[in-house]
């Protein structure tokens, strides 16, 4: 259930992001999820679109460099603790999560990975039934 994840590089200086969002508006593409980590210089958008395929194009085009990565989408119980107990049952398998990002949505959590074994990690999460997001629903989350 891996889904494909953009990760743009953006210069910390005003409008990038602006210029990401209307690229992808002006595609009909949208923004299902995202996270930015950042530090003086520079910030990383990873995000998820309904179509990464067309957004990596058109924001090379729009000169931005861009990147495509596996990640594992998953939904949990949006309670106390469900994330701790799948995470321990990752890392007791010395699966290491090299970063997450999630939203809460009612009664559940849509999880994000990036996890240092995309294929253990997946058999680790169906051995212990949790739900794994399709990448299409992903996209239209």
């Known amino acids: 259930m891996l889904a494909k994840q953009l990760s743009i590089f953006l210069e910390n200086k ?6 990401v969002t209307e690229v992808l508006g002006q595609e009909h593409i ?14 990383i958008l990873r995000c998820i679109v309904s179509d990464p395929e067309l957004a990596y194009t058109k924001l090379k085009e729009a000169g931005f460099t861009v990147k495509i990565t596996d990640v594992i989408g998953m939904c949990i119980p949006n309670t106390p603790g469900s994330l701790a107990v799948v995470l321990k049952h990752l890392s007791d398998s010395g699966v290491f999560i ?3 990002y999630s939203f ?32 299409s629903d992903l996209y239209k989350l």
Do not use: H, Q, W
């Open 14 to 19: 005003g409008g990038r992001l602006t210029k």
């Open 30 to 43: 949208n923004l299902t999820a995202m996270s930015i980590a950042d530090n003086s210089d520079f910030g």
């Open 98 to 100: 090299e970063y997450l």
């Open 104 to 135: 809460s949505n009612g009664d559940g959590a849509n999880v994000v990975i990036r996890p240092s074994n995309l294929e253990e990690c997946e058999r680790i999460l169906e051995e212990i039934k949790v739900d794994l997001l399709a990448a």
